[in-house]
């Protein structure tokens, strides 16, 4: 039996590749030359959860040369999740700094249980010139300069507050924090929102950071703001023209807001995937959607249908 330090090197990449972190770390204590095999496959997608994640890989990267090789050339994923209060340390400049500086390559960025998210804050992380894919999972997007603003309220918590009022002490209102576009656009082309929150004015300012995504998801969340999900869809209509993939979950939104994307962005998209909340959305990718090569349908809780006309049927004679 073939040892498997021993294989071509392409049949001992696939092996590696489909093996857990666990395994790959336990092999890298194998020998030098298993380390240094391993290590790329390691490192491949880096996700920091505590503070001391990011200061033991820092302490390693200055001691080892191979491990700053490794990282400049073979991370191509960071998902950052928020835990143990350690929000205040993961999204900061120094952080955004530190990833230039060393994931070099870097290809996606993912943000996890984040329960406030500055869209700020994200923007220094888009400096990167190299991230192509921006993810967001169950997290809430906030703006410093903001009207709205969401916190996750319990109805048996706060009974004489709506979903869709929040006390004035959870307001992030700043008027001294104006948001600015940066002057060098991001190059990120995909962007994705799973389960994620946004008021209407985070999510304008997220999609002004990105204007060349030609790819969109925007996942079912809480819709925890009122008409924030359809600001959303006229916000990407707005900012982001060269959309040809686009993917909708959302709930709760004005179907006009849906028709009108649809129109917008017409035969440039390829492929669709949307909550059908009217009966005549797919009249509408009929009609302006025609180079439309992937088309998926699902339909809402309740729609809404279109007037059916009389016929009149005269049998032959």
């Known amino acids: 039996m073939l040892h498997p330090f021993n294989l071509p090197f392409e049949l001992g990449d696939l092996i590696f590749t489909s093996l857990p972190p666990s395994a790959l770390a ?3 204590l194998v020998s030098r030359y298993s380390y240094a095999r391993c290590l790329p496959h390691l490192y ?4 920091i959860k505590i503070r001391r994640h990011w200061r033991q890989l820092d302490l390693a990267l200055k001691r080892s040369p191979l491990l700053r090789q490794v990282l400049r050339t073979y991370t191509k994923q960071l998902t950052v999740t928020c835990c143990q209060s350690s929000y205040q340390w993961l999204i900061t400049q120094a952080q955004a700094d530190w990833c230039q500086r060393w994931l070099a390559n870097l290809h996606t960025l993912t943000f996890c249980d984040f329960a406030i998210l500055h869209v700020e804050q994200v923007a220094w992380f888009l400096a990167h010139p190299t991230i192509n894919s921006l993810r967001f999972r169950y997290c809430n997007l906030v703006c410093h300069d903001q009207v709205e603003a969401y916190i996750p309220l319990a109805p048996e918590d706060h009974p004489s507050i709506s979903i869709y009022q929040l006390p004035a002490p ?3 209102h700043n008027t001294r924090a104006p948001f600015v576009v940066p002057a060098s656009l991001s190059p990120v082309s995909c962007l994705d929102l799973e389960s994620t929150d946004f008021s209407s004015v985070a999510i304008q300012h997220l999609l002004q950071l990105v204007p060349r995504i030609t790819s969109a998801s925007f996942g079912a969340n809480h819709n925890r703001i009122k008409d924030a999900n359809s600001s959303a869809l006229d916000a990407l209509r707005t900012a982001c023209p060269t959309i040809h993939t686009l993917k909708t979950a959302l709930q709760q939104i004005h179907p006009s807001s849906l028709h009108s994307l649809i129109a917008f962005y017409g035969v440039q998209l390829l492929s669709l995937d949307l909550s059908c909340h009217d009966a ?4 509408t990718v009929a009609q302006h959607a025609t180079h439309v090569k992937h088309l998926v349908l699902h339909p809402a809780s309740t729609i809404r249908k ?4 009389s016929t009149h049927w005269t049998p032959p004679i």
């Open 44 to 47: 491949h997608h880096v996700h």
């Open 170 to 172: 959870y307001y992030y």
């Open 306 to 309: 279109a007037r059916p006309q």
């Open 26 to 28: 336990q092999l890298c």
């Open 280 to 283: 005549t959305t797919l009249t």
